[in-house]
């Protein structure tokens, strides 16, 4: 069974996504942001993508086919 995700949020209006350590998640420093490892996206098209893939969700979710 895969680990499910500990989402960690940070708080835009204090400015947190400007601090060094969302920098390391993303240099950009914005959100959203996704950290799995030592991996790391910062797009939500690529995060959905990633995410549908690794845990294998139903096509219809996130068709890996776009033209589908």
Same mark, same amino acid.
């Given at each position: 069974?895969?680990?499910? =995700? +500990?989402?960690? *949020?940070?708080?835009?209006?204090?400015? +947190?996504?400007? #601090? $060094? !350590?969302? !920098?390391? %998640?993303? %240099? *950009?420093?914005?959100?959203? =942001? *996704?950290?799995?490892? $030592?991996?790391?996206?910062?797009? #939500?098209? =690529?995060?959905? =993508?990633? *995410?549908? +893939?690794?845990?294998?969700?139903? $096509?219809?979710?996130?068709?890996? $086919?776009?033209?589908?």
């Amino acid at each position: 069974m895969p680990s499910r =995700a +500990q989402p960690r *949020l940070p708080r835009t209006r204090g400015g +947190q996504q400007h #601090s $060094d !350590g969302f !920098g390391k %998640v993303n %240099v *950009l420093r914005k959100v959203p =942001a *996704l950290k799995d490892g $030592d991996f790391t996206l910062a797009e #939500s098209p =690529a995060i959905l =993508a990633y *995410l549908s +893939q690794k845990y294998k969700t139903p $096509d219809h979710w996130y068709p890996l $086919d776009m033209k589908k």
